[in-house]
């Protein structure tokens, strides 16, 4: 319940932040017909081009609103050009809004720990370009896939992996992270082989290679990335080096293949 209510109970100034960026900027891939928000079906390939190109996506979550911006742009600097800002950071949708206005067509922005489709609807409303969720949620699965938003759901079990996939979410996130990690990634993959799957708990600087070349379409990066330590001594050099050292890593394996 806590983490529904602090990512729904976002302030004002959030919402009249989104709604002035997306005045400011031209956001691509709208659509001019369908639902509201609607994207364009190329804008959903693009999307996942990307993830596909990249395969790998920095996950922020800061405890003040302070550091999140500068944590961001180290990790941007360090190489990264897939990120998540998590509902869970204080003024989460001001930051994404401004990185997307700033980076827009360079650096692909998305927002996770969205828990209902008003946290969806206010996230794109901020510039968001995918939505990721850490649990799996059919009613914000279903609400992307009719606007031609790429949607990641949280998934534990090959069984909430497969419900995500037919729901409608094309990269499934695997959340939190499993015994076995890259082994158990490659036993699930190919079994089911119609999965794309971003492992996203349990992934380091070290093995996120391990998990593409088991099988995996792509990983998040989370505390070995944003080390909270460099967070809390302000130490954004070394975010950067961790963001240089992984994607270094995920650049060896080469691009997916999509299915």
Same mark, same amino acid.
């Not at 600097?77 to 003024?91: N, R, S």
């Not at 995918?130 to 949620?137: A, E, H, S, W, Y």
């Given at each position: 319940m806590a983490l529904r209510l602090a990512a729904s109970k976002l302030p004002n100034r959030a919402i009249s932040?989104?709604?002035?960026?997306?005045?400011?900027?031209?956001?691509?891939?709208?659509?001019?017909?369908?639902?509201?928000?609607?994207?364009?079906?190329?804008?959903?390939?693009?999307?996942?081009?990307?993830?596909?190109?990249?395969?790998?996506? /920095? $996950?922020?979550?800061? !405890?003040?609103?302070?550091?999140? &911006?500068?944590?961001?742009?180290?990790? %941007?600097?360090?190489?990264?050009?897939?990120?998540?800002?998590?509902?869970?950071?204080?003024?989460?949708?001001?930051?994404?809004?401004?990185?997307?206005?700033?980076?827009?067509?360079?650096?692909?922005?998305?927002?996770?720990?969205?828990?209902?489709?008003?946290?969806?609807?206010? /996230? $794109?409303?901020?510039? !968001?370009?995918?939505?990721?969720? &850490?649990?799996?949620?059919?009613?914000? %699965?279903?609400?992307?896939?009719?606007?031609?938003?790429v949607s990641v759901p949280g998934c534990q079990t090959p069984t909430e992996l497969v419900s995500a996939y037919r729901a409608g979410a094309p990269l499934q996130k695997l959340f939190p992270g499993v015994a076995g990690g890259p082994a158990w990634v490659k036993a699930v993959s190919s079994a089911l082989p119609f999965l794309s799957i971003n492992p996203t708990s349990g992934v380091t600087l070290e093995n996120a290679g391990e998990y593409l070349r088991n099988g995996a379409a792509s990983v998040g990066l989370v505390a070995p990335l944003f080390d909270p330590v460099a967070i809390a001594n302000e130490d954004w050099d070394q975010i950067a080096k961790n963001a240089e050292k992984v994607m270094a890593n995920v650049r060896e394996v080469g691009p997916y293949v999509r299915k």
């Open positions: 932040r989104a709604a002035k960026t997306a005045s400011q900027t031209t956001l691509r891939g709208l659509s001019t017909s369908g639902p509201d928000r609607a994207k364009d079906p190329s804008d959903y390939d693009r999307v996942l081009s990307t993830f596909a190109t990249i395969r790998a996506c /920095a $996950v922020l979550r800061t !405890a003040t609103s302070a550091a999140c &911006p500068k944590a961001m742009q180290a990790c %941007i600097d360090g190489g990264f050009k897939i990120v998540e800002f998590t509902l869970t950071t204080p003024d989460c949708l001001d930051h994404l809004a401004d990185f997307r206005q700033k980076y827009d067509g360079d650096v692909m922005v998305g927002c996770g720990t969205i828990m209902n489709v008003q946290d969806a609807e206010r /996230a $794109v409303d901020a510039g !968001a370009e995918f939505i990721i969720t &850490p649990v799996m949620l059919p009613d914000v %699965i279903g609400w992307c896939a009719e606007r031609n938003i």
